[in-house]
């Protein structure tokens, strides 16, 4: 099969498709046929040589992807068979035609999403659902404060807070990154370089409270320390008048 290879670290001009072995499933394995892979900074930084593998991982780039099962291996229990769509999680290796999973790493493709959309949903999208849901418990009108807003996590993080009923605020190192944040739904932005993020923050909440709204800047520590939990972003850029924080603009 092919494979996206590098023999050194460096740029992306180190790439090349490489013939290599097809993986066969081993005992509550499956293998996927590849349709698409995501790309995220792990990958970036595998190529770089500043990021090993885990220890047993595929030395080949991908993190996750989507395909349909090739095949399953010996001892496989789930309700899973051949051809099924499917998207999964990966220790490396989607950056591939085919690539072995364990069977408890499947899983279906939400209905309307292409198998493109659905490669880059397991690494970033899920990982910014349970930090929004399972461990902070969002709830329609939180204040959210994201950092690395215009990160996958971040950005992934931005649309589910909407989703969400809730108020997101974000942190960037550029006034560029922040206008991304800010398309994608944040109510307010903060360049960390040029400011006190927390002091914004906090600044940003109390505007609120007072029905007022803007896309400011802001450091979360106040907030670690039984401060309100909520934030701000913003290179002094308003909001639209007609823009209502808690839903989209």
């Not at 090739?70 to 068979?81: F, I, R, S, V, Y």
Request: glycine residues 12%; proline residues 8%; neutral net charge.
């Amino acid at each position: 099969m092919l494979a996206v290879h590098f023999d050194k670290p460096g740029g992306p001009e180190n790439l090349y498709l490489k013939e290599v072995a097809k993986p066969s499933p081993v005992e509550s394995e499956v293998l996927l046929k590849v349709a698409a892979s995501a790309l995220n900074r792990a990958d970036l930084l595998q190529r770089q040589g500043q990021y090993p593998p885990p220890p047993g991982a595929s030395s080949i780039l991908g993190l996750e992807a989507s395909g349909h099962i090739a095949a399953l291996g010996p001892a496989c229990q789930g309700h899973w068979k051949i051809g099924d769509p499917v998207m999964v999680l990966l220790p490396g290796g989607g950056q591939a035609q085919y690539v072995t999973v364990p069977e408890g790493l499947l899983m279906p493709i939400p209905a309307g999403l292409t198998l493109s959309q659905a490669a880059a949903i397991p690494e970033a999208w899920l990982t910014a659902f349970q930090l929004l849901h399972l461990l902070g418990h969002v709830q329609a009108g939180d204040c959210v404060l994201i950092h690395a807003g215009s990160s996958g996590v971040g950005t992934a993080a931005i649309q589910l807070a909407r989703m969400a009923g809730a108020i997101p605020l974000v942190t960037a190192g550029s006034q560029h990154k922040l206008q991304m944040a800010e398309k994608l739904g944040a109510a307010a932005g903060f360049n960390y370089k040029e400011e006190d993020f927390s002091k914004a923050t906090l600044k940003f909440t109390k505007v609120q409270a007072n029905a007022g709204g803007g896309f400011h800047k802001t450091d979360s520590a106040p907030l670690l320390h039984g401060e309100p939990t909520t934030s701000s972003a913003g290179f002094g850029q308003s909001l639209p008048r007609d823009c209502d924080p808690r839903g989209p603009c």
